[in-house]
């Protein structure tokens, strides 16, 4: 599993029934409908976008590639966003998707890397 972002780790510490009841909230929303996992971390992702929430699509990316999307799927979404949002928020959400794909991608090559030299 990812490493949590620090504000939410704390609102979790400071929250923890809020926190708790979130989670169950989100759990019951993505099972109460017929869409898959990778169907619905397209959705999330293609929300995040037309909303204009940098934060929330840094965390759906990291949900879309542990759901078994492709940077290039996620491209795609943010492309398609263009003519309905526009081009400088599509331009905007085009750079954040490039940045947490850069950084995903090399977090998990390393630990690829590290699983590979403890197996040996």
Not at 73 to 93: D, K, N, Q, W, Y
Request: aromatic share 6%; net charge positive.
């Amino acid at each position: 599993m990812p490493k949590l972002p620090k504000h939410y780790v704390e609102f979790m510490e400071k929250y923890p029934r809020v926190a708790d009841a979130y989670d169950r909230f989100g759990r019951a929303c993505h099972l109460a409908g017929p869409l898959d996992t990778r169907t619905r971390a397209l959705v999330k992702l293609g929300i995040a976008i037309g909303g204009r929430l940098e934060g929330g699509l840094h965390a759906q990316i990291r949900k879309a590639l542990d759901a078994g999307v492709t940077p290039d799927e996620i491209r795609h979404v943010a492309l398609l966003a263009l003519p309905t949002i526009g081009f400088p928020a599509s331009m905007a959400a085009l750079s954040w998707v490039e940045d947490l794909l850069g950084r995903s991608l090399a977090r998990r090559k390393g630990r690829g890397k590290n699983s590979r030299a403890k197996s040996r």
